[in-house]
């Protein structure tokens, strides 16, 4: 099977438009399956789609977002794991596409372009970031690849743990930079996937805890022997690697507040390494540009169509 679509729910009203996003796909139907994780405790309200044979429905109670996802991926059957939010929608032929870039890639995770929607069904931004290969820099630097317009290799998923039911907020992003410490990345410029934010949008996702958690999640993968050098070669411009410096930067002082002095001794001393390594590039603007100024994702808006960084 190429591919299992799992998308845990708490009940909203806005299932069914995920589940038939996907079951109206145009792959053969042994192609595809879809699970559904009902992490609500209690059961789901009746619909078509629950009828249909390329749908399972599984139970957890009231876990989190992150057991509910690993819950269904361990019953997976597909050679990729699609993980889809309940508010969230793909786009027609999503899976074909995907399929399409499947056959050209041996990359550990897929993506492609998104829209950011709110309510009202108004766009009101896209992302196309169009990285491909080793892209841990960029991901470590803060570049958002939603899930729901990703397909993660089921292999490459439980080969780095999928993901920690211990982040209380931003799983998405953890995985996402455990895999590219890990695998490379392949990107499609078609838009695969529309995004629910902006007005009218609610959320589980307690938001105020969404940078200690970032903290957290580099914190890990800046431990493990070679993170540098797989960063270094990441880095395609002098920006990137301006980043780099920043993160580890970044890293020493979140140490330093925390009291944990060995540990910002060595990110400062990593630090300093990546800035003799980088070379040239650090007579740059952009390196310093990088250094010393928040990273802002490539995205494009409806209105001007200009990507920043």
């Known amino acids: 099977m190429f591919c299992s679509t799992v998308i845990p729910t708490i009940g909203r009203s ?16 042994d192609d595809f399956e879809v699970i559904v994780v009902n992490d609500s405790g209690r059961p789901l309200p009746q619909a078509d789609w629950q009828q249909s044979r390329r749908v399972r429905i599984i139970n957890t109670n009231q876990c989190n977002r992150s057991v509910a996802r690993n819950a269904g991926a361990a019953t997976a059957r597909g050679k990729f794991l699609h993980f889809l939010d309940d508010d969230d929608w793909v786009l027609p032929d999503t899976l074909r596409t995907f399929w399409a870039l499947g056959r050209t890639s041996d990359a550990g995770w897929l993506y492609g372009a998104s829209q950011l929607v709110d309510s009202n069904g108004r766009l009101f931004n896209e992302l ?10 960029q991901v470590m630097a803060g570049e958002w690849i939603p899930l729901q317009a990703s397909l993660i290799k089921s292999e490459v998923f439980f080969a780095v743990g999928g993901f920690d039911p211990l982040m ?18 392949a990107s499609t410029p078609t838009t695969v996937a529309c995004i629910l934010r902006g007005v009218g949008w609610e959320t589980s996702t307690d938001y105020a805890r969404s940078r200690e958690s970032g903290y957290q999640s580099r914190e890990k993968l800046l431990s493990r022997p070679g993170i540098l050098s797989r960063m270094r070669s990441s880095a395609s411009s002098s920006y990137w690697h301006g980043r780099i410096l920043r993160v580890y930067l970044i890293s020493a002082l979140w140490n330093l507040r925390r009291k944990t002095i060995l540990t910002a001794m060595s990110r400062a001393t990593f630090g300093a390494a990546s800035f003799v390594l980088a070379g040239r590039q650090v007579l740059s603007p952009d390196f310093w540009r990088a250094l010393t100024t928040a990273h802002v994702s490539r995205t494009r808006t409806p209105h001007d169509r200009v990507k920043t960084s």
């Open 14 to 29: 806005t299932l069914s438009r995920a589940v038939c996003s996907i079951l109206d796909q145009s792959l053969e139907g």
């Open 128 to 137: 196309h970031l169009g990285m491909s290969g080793n892209v841990l820099a």
């Open 168 to 185: 209380p907020v931003g799983q998405d992003k953890d995985l996402c930079a455990r895999v590219a410490a890990f695998s490379s990345f």
